[in-house]
């Protein structure tokens, strides 16, 4: 007989006899019963990880997609069989594919969504940077619009004038402010960027001021 053998996943941590094997309606028991449960994932992996991933991959999913969702698709099966929502109207095989492609199309449609709000953030980013930046080329107001960055603080009025007048890069302002990285100092004059931009929406004299560039 072969000895025991120990796999570890981000799921389970399991020690086995290699060679088990199980039919369909063995396997349902053995998981419903628990008292071959880790037999019973090992076998799992063993016959059907190659051909989960292998269809995560021919989806457009990356080596380590494939791993993650295998993972999440054993601890559902096994959630399913043992509150009785799969009691083997499909094969294993045909069942265990079908969890698989779900949790895929739900992976890739939380992906769409975050890349469509990077695209939004982004796109908007760009907008307001642009405005204001017009706004701030202009030298003869330069001086009334110092003053009118000065209302949205100093921390902001520090930034934009190091970026816009000083034409200071990110890493440059870094060293001169008290911020960690780069990202960071990007977020802080978006948002700069945004309360300025709806000071000069609100704000009359400011918007004036604005109109005379």
């Known amino acids: 007989m072969i000895g025991p053998v120990t796999k570890t996943t981000p799921a ?4 086995m006899i290699k060679g088990s094997t199980y039919s369909d309606a063995e396997l349902l028991a053995a998981i419903r019963r628990g008292d071959q449960l880790n037999n019973a994932i090992y076998f799992i992996y063993q ?3 190659q051909t989960i991933q292998a269809f995560i991959l021919a989806n457009g999913g990356m080596p380590a997609d494939a791993e993650d969702i295998f993972q999440e698709t054993v601890v559902t099966f096994i959630d399913s069989v043992k509150k009785d929502k799969f009691r083997g109207e499909a094969s294993v095989k045909t069942f265990l594919t079908a969890i698989a492609r779900h949790l895929w199309l739900n992976e890739l449609k939380k992906r769409e969504r975050s890349e ?3 695209k939004v953030f982004e796109n908007n980013r760009d907008m307001t940077e642009l405005d204001v930046s017009q706004h701030m080329a202009n030298r003869e ?3 009334q619009f110092l003053e009118v960055l000065g209302k949205l603080g100093e921390s902001c009025k ?3 004038t190091l970026f816009y007048y000083e034409n200071m890069s990110m890493k440059d302002i870094v060293h001169h402010l008290p911020y960690e990285n780069e990202q960071v100092v990007r977020n802080k004059k978006y948002k700069c960027l945004q309360s300025l931009t709806e000071m000069i ?6 918007a ?3 109109n005379k560039l």
């Open 116 to 118: 469509m709000r990077e």
């Open 208 to 210: 004036r001021l604005v």
């Open 141 to 143: 107001v330069r001086q």
């Open 12 to 15: 389970f941590t399991i020690t």
């Open 201 to 206: 929406k609100q704000n009359p004299v400011i």
């Open 158 to 160: 520090k930034l934009l």
């Open 47 to 49: 016959q059907y990880s």
